[in-house]
């Protein structure tokens, strides 16, 4: 039994590659004990004199048992994942041997790494910041384009240079602050007020601009929920199928056909739509139906964007907004469509009303006629033409910054009432812990760190 010094600085194993049967399974080691675990299933091999990140072949015993031959490497600490010594053994993908694997390294003194708990450590071994190891989760669950770029160029530390940058100029605004209150008694004015506040509107600007970015990064982490809403028959389905080009929804003339959410996700312009297919809405006697118009309403109050699809021999663009207005409760961020769907059988087209707030689309889910437009739409309207370079994403970033914007409004007014120092200089820290906690690197010491780097005072 191989027992560690300190418990809390214990040797994590884990399977990191998908469950099941696969041509490779790969088990992660990290910790102390990694070696002499290593030097335990591969009693052949010299493991202590194996070279760092290069892959060795070796058999790999459970116990008396030659289990599998096996290529493992070795990452030595400090170069590694989590800058402990670290071992990636890849064995053949069967279940039964990757049982076998897993519990010879925990019958020698391993333990089950706990879910994240790799990138945990290497977060509190300095390798990654907070906001890198949340784009590691980020990286591995984006499905679409966007979805990846955001959490890669989170995870290369785009938004840490961001906000550091934001923060370097905080810290200083603070040390001149600091100073001032150093050499209270002597009732000197170190920093200009005027130049002070035009620092401050600068980075009010710029946090501002980053906690409003979130609309858009959290529909490019999450996808934007869109609902198909309308009345029975008005071609709904068709249109889920048309935008998915898969027969996903069943599609009759019968009314009340779809009753549960027909959900999938729409990959368009690099991002990626939640489609909810609803249950037309109508009076009813049906309580499935009932329950399926019920389900509906959730959909459409969880929806960012709304399609609603009318049938154009029935219902005008006009008494569809009009039904909406009076009927849909939506948030000033909801998007509303009108598409007048089933178009082809018009012999006149129908001219939309000017004026009206919300985007009219023809369109026939039967044919195809119009699908192409309504794409370019949606994209458009989701923003996922212009996707800026560093964009928040999380909603704990995002709560953080409107934590900073108030702390920093709170040292506006108390610089243009002319409070005095040590009241703005508390703000101030404020402002700088909120910042502080989405990289996860809060230490007030910093402060005086930043005097004596920058001003050499010396006492
Ligand atoms: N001519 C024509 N028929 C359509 C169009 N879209 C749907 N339909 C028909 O309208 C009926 C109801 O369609 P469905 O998608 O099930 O409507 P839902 O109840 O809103 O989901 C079906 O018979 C469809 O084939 C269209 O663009 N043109
Ligand atoms: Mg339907």
New binding site residues.
Partial sequence: MIMSINPWEDTIIALITPAGRGAVGVIRISGPDTIPLLSHVFPKAQVNQWPSHTPKLAQFYAGQEKLDEVLVTLFRAPKSYTREEVAEISLHGSPYILRQAINTLLKAGARMANPGEFTQRAWLNGALDLTQAEAVADLIAAESALAHKAAFSHLKGGFSDKLQELRTELLTLAALLELELDFAEEDVEFADRTQLLITLQKIQTEVTRLSNSFQLGNAIRNGIPTAII?K???????LLNALLKEQKAI???I?G??RDIIEDKLFIGGGEFRLMDTA?IRATEDVIEQAGIQKTKEAIASAQIILY?LDSTQETPQQAVIWCENNLSFSENTQLIILG??S??LSNSIDPDKNSKYVYLPI????GQGIEALLQTLTDLAGFTEVPDVLVTQARHQEALLHTTTALNQVQLAFEEQLPTDLIARDLRDALYHLGTITGEISPDEILGSIFSKFCIGK
């Fill in positions: 309308g029975p028959n008005a071609g709904k389905s068709t599609v009759s003339d009314p056909t779809t037309g699809v769907n089933k082809d059988l026939a889910a039967k044919t």
